[in-house]
């Protein structure tokens, strides 16, 4: 698998500043002007243009995860950079002012995540985090006890003693995903089985009940550690089951399973915040 892009952080979106009291006075003298000449026949003064809304608090972004959050499955990086599913969560949750990293490393586990993902994630000091692990670990063989303890010390971490306010999402169903009916021997055209070799595919029941026990690990990691959980698992309709939601890999989502992923976890951030 490729190694980790470091994305440069987002530009500042913008500010809007002050009138000092020499300005304003300026501004009532030709704003009086104006009105005089507009008696004596001038022309009438222009509208004003659009309000430009304020910039929010310059808050920092970090995104942890593996291939789905890299955006593995967008066939090229300046779609990666666009359409990748923490990039539309930032532009449709966050304000101007905020900064963006995407950490992501494709193809790497809770473990390795807590070596390559989270010092640098750390270092830009984020007040808010997603974090969405389970597919790559859980085709890897991880166990569920072990996968739930590598991510209560991902979380533990970045949420920095309860100054980051941090998201995580647990694991779709996925039993109707291409790449996982290939594991059974149903033929998609340029789809491969992604489960290493040595590591057996179980029965359906048992890959379900193997997702259900990572979604349980994910939620008491969630309550233990006061993070939001984003439950894409009520919602794998919408992410994993339809063709179009889906990359042509097989495994990883289309732009719109990550516009519906984004959906949801800017959804739980904003109840979570108005609550």
Same mark, same amino acid.
């Given at each position: 698998?490729?190694?980790?892009?470091?994305?440069?952080?987002?530009?500042?979106?913008?500010?809007?500043?002050?009138?000092?009291?020499?300005?304003?006075?300026?501004?009532?003298?030709?704003?009086?002007?104006?009105?005089?000449?507009?008696?004596?026949?001038?022309?009438?003064?222009?509208?004003? +243009?659009? *309000?430009?809304? %304020? @910039?929010? #608090?310059?808050? =920092?972004?970090? /995104? $942890?995860?593996?291939?789905?959050?890299?955006? &593995?499955?967008?066939?090229?990086?300046?779609?990666?950079?666009?359409?990748?599913?923490?990039?539309?969560?930032?532009?449709?949750?966050?304000?101007?002012?905020?900064?963006?990293?995407?950490?992501?490393?494709? +193809?790497? *586990?809770?473990? %390795? @995540?807590? #070596?390559?993902? =989270?010092?640098? /994630? $750390?270092?830009?000091?984020?007040?808010?985090? &997603?974090?969405?692990?389970?597919?790559?670990?859980?085709?890897?063989?991880?166990?569920?006890?072990?996968?739930?303890?590598?991510?209560?010390?991902?979380?533990?971490?970045?949420?920095?003693?309860?100054?980051?306010?941090?998201?995580?999402?647990? @694991?779709?169903?996925?039993?109707?995903?291409? /790449?996982?009916?290939?594991?059974?021997?149903?033929?998609?055209?340029?789809?491969?089985?992604?489960?290493?070799?040595?590591?057996?595919?179980?029965?359906?029941?048992?890959?379900?009940?193997?997702?259900?026990?990572?979604?349980?690990?994910?939620?008491?990691?969630?309550?233990?550690?006061?993070?939001?959980?984003?439950?894409?698992?009520?919602?794998?309709?919408?992410?994993?089951?339809?063709?179009?939601?889906?990359?042509?890999?097989?495994?990883?989502?289309?732009?719109?399973?990550?516009?519906?992923?984004?959906?949801?976890?800017?959804?739980?951030?904003?109840?979570?915040?108005?609550?």
């Amino acid at each position: 698998m490729a190694g980790a892009t470091r994305r440069a952080p987002a530009r500042s979106r913008g500010g809007r500043g002050t009138v000092r009291p020499s300005v304003a006075k300026l501004v009532g003298t030709v704003a009086l002007a104006v009105a005089c000449a507009s008696c004596a026949g001038g022309p009438p003064p222009l509208a004003s +243009g659009p *309000t430009i809304p %304020a @910039a929010g #608090r310059p808050v =920092v972004y970090a /995104a $942890l995860g593996a291939s789905e959050t890299a955006g &593995t499955g967008l066939n090229d990086t300046s779609l990666r950079a666009r359409y990748a599913w923490p990039q539309l969560f930032f532009n449709a949750a966050l304000p101007r002012a905020a900064t963006y990293y995407n950490f992501a490393v494709p +193809g790497t *586990t809770t473990e %390795a @995540a807590l #070596r390559e993902e =989270v010092p640098p /994630a $750390l270092a830009v000091h984020p007040g808010i985090v &997603t974090v969405f692990f389970s597919i790559d670990d859980l085709v890897q063989g991880v166990s569920p006890t072990t996968f739930g303890t590598n991510l209560d010390a991902i979380v533990h971490a970045m949420r920095q003693g309860g100054r980051a306010r941090v998201l995580v999402g647990n @694991a779709p169903a996925i039993d109707t995903l291409p /790449a996982f009916l290939a594991c059974r021997g149903v033929s998609f055209e340029g789809v491969h089985c992604p489960v290493l070799a040595g590591v057996t595919i179980p029965p359906t029941q048992a890959v379900d009940a193997a997702v259900s026990a990572y979604d349980a690990a994910i939620a008491a990691v969630v309550a233990r550690e006061g993070a939001t959980l984003v439950d894409l698992r009520a919602h794998s309709d919408q992410i994993t089951a339809h063709p179009e939601d889906v990359a042509p890999d097989g495994l990883h989502p289309s732009p719109l399973g990550d516009q519906m992923i984004a959906r949801l976890f800017a959804t739980a951030f904003e109840v979570k915040r108005a609550g």
